[in-house]
């Protein structure tokens, strides 16, 4: 078995080991809300990242994919997001409820693209609210720099999201290669 394909197998192993039962056969299609500006770079990046782990989940027989992918044109406050990705970052990703802010998005998973220079985190979901990630601005590095953005995706996804608790790169055994090849142009 060659070294990436451990590597799939490894992370689905994991995937599947932290999300509870119940949420894998409910939820076969996660969907996914990106909420900010329509011109914005990142969302290439989501659909990037989604794409990654869709093949990832379908090479694996895997019960559980992500999209669609619905534009959202709400854009979250910066002051709002950089006080969830401070908490997050101090307390932890724990129960609760989302700002009112989140409660007419529609999606299993939230993406909000910040405007801010702040850390990007995600939370997962949790007894009816949705899984929210939280991705700092694009234009200063490291976002700005070939392949991170999207692998900056893929890790929230992953660690974040899907994880009941703090689950770091190194945890997952990825390999000191990027998850997604970078393109010429491309962030």
């Known amino acids: 078995m060659n070294h990436h394909l451990r590597?799939?197998?490894?992370?689905?192993?994991v995937i599947g080991?932290?999300?509870?039962?119940?949420?894998?056969?409910?939820a076969r299609n996660w969907s996914i809300a990106v909420c900010g500006p329509a011109?914005?770079?990142?969302?290439?990046?989501?659909?990037?990242?989604?794409e990654f782990w869709n093949g990832e989940l379908?090479?694996?027989?895997?019960?559980?994919?992500?999209?669609?992918?619905?534009?959202?044109?709400?854009?979250?406050?910066?002051?709002?997001?950089?006080?969830?990705?401070?908490?997050?970052?101090?307390?932890g990703r724990g129960?609760?409820?989302?700002?009112?802010?989140?409660?007419?998005?529609?999606g299993d998973v939230i993406i909000a693209l910040s405007g801010a220079d702040l850390i990007s985190v995600g939370i997962p979901q949790a007894s009816g609210r949705p899984g929210l990630v939280i991705l700092r601005r694009a234009d200063v590095e490291p976002l700005s720099?070939?392949?991170?953005?999207?692998?900056?995706?893929?890790?929230?996804?992953v660690a974040d999201v899907w994880s009941p608790g703090p689950v770091s790169a190194g945890a997952l055994?990825?390999?000191?290669?990027?998850?997604l090849?970078?393109?010429?142009?491309r962030a």
């Open 95 to 106: 129960g609760g409820r989302l700002p009112r802010e989140f409660e007419k998005l529609r």
């Open 39 to 50: 011109s914005d770079p990142r969302r290439l990046a989501v659909a990037e990242a989604v």
């Open 181 to 185: 090849p970078a393109h010429e142009g």
């Open 145 to 157: 720099l070939p392949n991170v953005a999207r692998n900056v995706v893929a890790h929230e996804l």
């Open 17 to 26: 080991c932290m999300v509870p039962r119940h949420t894998v056969a409910a």
């Open 7 to 13: 590597w799939a197998v490894g992370v689905v192993i």
């Open 58 to 91: 379908s090479a694996l027989n895997a019960k559980l994919s992500l999209g669609p992918i619905a534009d959202c044109d709400t854009v979250i406050p910066d002051d709002l997001l950089r006080r969830i990705s401070d908490n997050v970052l101090n307390v």
């Open 173 to 179: 055994s990825i390999p000191d290669q990027v998850l």
